[in-house]
């Protein structure tokens, strides 16, 4: 339910920008701490990001105050603090609807609302949109300015820079402002990121700069030689430097909790031609204790009761598919000190915190650079270093080519553990690991498996080192495993080797993953056989071949969209060999699936056990008459 509005008397004031403009400035500092307190009760509620919006309420207060949004535009990068943009472009009374099946979208979506410029989710590509936006500002003529908002974790992602230094040789009017908390969701890491913690958030060279300048008014040769004098400074000094050999104009930092000097700014370079960047200071979990102490914990919630000042405790259950992939990966760097881990920016989302702890030397956060992290593998792999790179599915499509260039190519043994494959819930489209096995099965070289349970996980990512004749991925997904036991005793599995779960008549059910349970619970009612077949590439085309002289009915079953998936792979094998049977094939459908929980997507598609035993009882129908 939509919380009281009237506990906010100047919020309720500013249920869309064009509101917030007429307030006058004076009350803009109660306004953010009313802001706040929405949010903060609001996610307590629904569930959803948190920190990250905390940290942003000033700075999203005061953009839209300057800024005639949504004739301006502005951008914000992959989204996670853009709650507060949501609450103040009408939308404050569904966002007890966030990421719920139905209500509003996580991130900012295009659909959604005239204010929310660009869709996103994925890190580091607001400068590129907003710079595109730019350019049609400046041939449209209309007086509109543009804005893109990034956070210092995005900024480690290499298309960035590509963006600023297009930008820069282009010199459009745009601003783009850099939050920077020293955090995305892992610490930061990077010269860079250092640079900007230590150095520019002290006093010691803003004031130097300031007061040389007030000092030398009115003297220019001297003046002239001091600003030479200070850009050699900066460029030993300063990340600013940086930003201006792009061809910004840099200016900050500045508090970026401090709302009427985020307006004054603002208003200031709103005017100013050419690329300009504001660099200011926030706090991630800024005005809730909890989250200010540990941003990390609380970059993502579930509902929780504010006034308890603690997340609500997890119950103990059984283990993610996450936590097998890190017991594995300590296991098996106890015994090899070859083993190396990379992650692009998601130690804790992907099992690692452990392993980070216990191998620090063999640990690698790349940042969010996912080119980087895979290319990163495919180098230590030719030193003869066994590298294991550990990526959300909906983020190894970002490094496409890394994997088919720098590994594939050179057959190089890198071992890709694929978390969120499949349905991902909550985040939307922008997440849900839906791709990755129709994109990878077309790579010559590659071995992709996936495991219908802990255990075979555990021996499939074990496989994977093992194997040393080229790249191996183990795909798995996300949330609790099954309650399978795993056995301590790792064996490598023989490549490309499928095994019978059930026997039944007529029908036989090919499964790929953790829809296994959902086969066999299908094959009860229907006497249906049943074979996991573990690897997406190679296929077990002995397996097949028996399936198919013996049954009269084939099932591809996968939680991967449809198009180019594994249940393809059956077809192309069985047309190569001129095997005439009807195949129906289930999986994800050929557009991009909503948010909401697991269940209640697998539901709508006709996923879970109801909707697929529904599906097949049609195609039999159907060759029965």
Known sequence: MSLDITQFPVLAQANTPEELRQLPQALLPQLADELRAFLLQSVGQSSGHFASGLGTVELTVALHYVYNTPFDRLVWDVGHQAYPHKILTGRRDQMHTIR?????????????SDYDTFSVGHSSTSISAALAMAIAADKEQAGRRVVAVIGDGAMTGGMVFEAMNHAGDLHKDMLVVLNDNE?????????????????????????????????????????EMARRTEEHLKGMMVPGTLFEELGFNYIGPIDGHDVNALVETLRNMRNLSGPQLLHIMTKKGKGYEPAEKDPIGWHAVPKFDPSQFRKPATQAGLPSFSEVFGKWLCDIAARDNKVVGITPAMREGSGMVEFSQKFPEQYFDAAIAEQ??????????????????????????????????????????????????????ADGPTHQGAFDMSYLRCIPNMVIMAPSDENECRQMLYTGYCYQDGPTAVRYPRGSATGAHQEEQMTALAIGKGVLKRQGKKLAIINFGTTLATALDVAETLDATVADMRFVKPLDEALLLQLATTHELLVTLEENAIIGGAGSGVLEYLARKQLCKPVLQL??????????????????????????????KAFMAQHQS
């Not at 066994?386 to 050179?410: C, E, G, M, N, W």
């Not at 999986?587 to 539901?603: M, V």
Request: proline letters at 6%; aromatic letters at 8%; charged letters at 20%.
């Open 587 to 616: 999986g994800l459908p050929d557009e991009f699936i909503k948010h909401g929980s697991p269940q209640e997507i697998l539901a709508e598609l006709q996923l879970d056990s109801p909707g697929v035993l529904a599906q097949i």
């Open 100 to 112: 719920q099946k139905g209500g509003l979208h996580p991130f900012p979506w295009r659909g959604e």
């Open 372 to 425: 980087h992290a895979v290319t990163l593998g495919a180098g230590f792999a030719c030193e003869g270093y066994k590298p294991v790179v550990a990526i959300y599915s909906t983020f190894l499509q970002r490094a496409y080519d890394q994997v088919i260039h720098d590994v594939a190519l050179q057959k190089l043994p890198v071992l890709f553990a694929i978390d969120r494959g499949g349905i991902v819930g």
């Open 183 to 223: 955090m995305s969701i892992s610490e930061n890491v990077g010269a860079l990121n250092k640079h900007l913690a230590q150095l520019m958030s002290g006093r010691f060279y803003s004031s130097i700069r300031e007061g040389s300048k007030k000092v030398l008014q009115g003297m220019p040769v001297i003046k």
